[in-house]
């Protein structure tokens, strides 16, 4: 069955709040070329076509579904990705704003770029370790920089909740950013599954 690229790049554009200009940054081809494929003048290559499917993933499922959008839409800088190498799946319009270059790792993954804390808790294994044996709840961090992208120098200090939960066999990460103050101690601090209060 023959995909209707012209409708696909489209509807993947909208869902990630993208301009034709910055999928066209994430793919790696030109604005116009972007445009001719909405207007079906053209399609993507075959190297184009696999790109665009890793960048396509849409949640299965209401739990999913509703989360990608809540984190479209979050007025906080927030991303969900896939774990263990955080494949990045869906961000919010403040996070693309205070990072643009991260929707080109939109269906990548970010350990490569990975720096600060964030590279200290990839590295951490026993933390590894415990939230892949769901032991660990979520991590409130206080980071500056947390990838090597081109906007790394001027990213101030955040504070960020990062909630993991399993989906179908998969671990997802949920991180949503506030502003810290420029003197903040960077760090991390586990919330294991034991400190949740149940009533």
Same mark, same amino acid.
């Given at each position: 069955?023959?995909?209707?690229?012209?409708?696909?790049? #489209?509807?993947? =554009?909208?869902? /990630?709040?993208?301009?034709?200009?910055?999928?066209?940054?994430?793919?790696?081809? @030109?604005?116009?070329?972007?445009?001719?494929?909405?207007?079906?003048?053209? #399609?993507?290559s075959l190297?184009?076509? #696999?790109?665009?499917?890793?960048?396509?993933?849409?949640?299965?499922?209401?739990?999913? #579904?509703?989360?990608?959008?809540?984190? =479209? /839409?979050?007025?906080?800088p927030r991303?969900?990705?896939?774990?263990?190498?955080?494949?990045?799946?869906?961000?919010?319009?403040?996070?693309?704003?205070?990072?643009?270059?991260? $929707?080109?790792?939109?269906?990548?993954?970010?350990?490569?770029?990975?720096?600060?804390?964030?590279?200290?808790?990839?590295?951490? $294994?026993?933390?590894?370790?415990?939230?892949?044996?769901?032991?660990?709840?979520?991590?409130?961090?206080?980071?500056?920089?947390?990838?090597?992208?081109?906007?790394?120098?001027?990213?101030?200090?955040?504070?960020?909740?990062?909630?993991?939960?399993?989906?179908?066999?998969?671990?997802?990460?949920?991180?949503? @950013?506030?502003?810290?103050?420029?003197?903040?101690?960077c760090g991390? =601090?586990?919330?294991?599954?034991?400190?949740?209060? $149940?009533?």
């Amino acid at each position: 069955m023959s995909e209707n690229w012209r409708d696909l790049v #489209k509807l993947y =554009r909208l869902r /990630h709040g993208l301009t034709q200009e910055r999928l066209a940054g994430v793919v790696g081809v @030109s604005q116009r070329t972007i445009s001719r494929w909405e207007r079906g003048e053209d #399609k993507p290559s075959l190297d184009q076509q #696999k790109r665009l499917r890793d960048l396509g993933w849409a949640p299965t499922g209401p739990l999913l #579904k509703s989360l990608a959008a809540a984190v =479209r /839409h979050c007025p906080a800088p927030r991303a969900l990705c896939r774990t263990p190498n955080l494949q990045l799946q869906a961000l919010s319009a403040p996070a693309i704003e205070k990072r643009p270059s991260v $929707t080109q790792w939109i269906g990548r993954d970010l350990a490569p770029i990975a720096c600060g804390v964030l590279q200290e808790m990839l590295d951490d $294994t026993p933390l590894q370790r415990a939230i892949a044996n769901r032991e660990i709840a979520g991590i409130v961090t206080t980071t500056r920089s947390v990838l090597q992208t081109v906007e790394h120098p001027q990213i101030g200090a955040y504070r960020t909740t990062i909630s993991y939960f399993f989906h179908e066999g998969t671990l997802y990460s949920d991180a949503v @950013s506030v502003p810290a103050a420029d003197d903040a101690v960077c760090g991390y =601090r586990p919330i294991a599954m034991d400190d949740i209060v $149940t009533e």
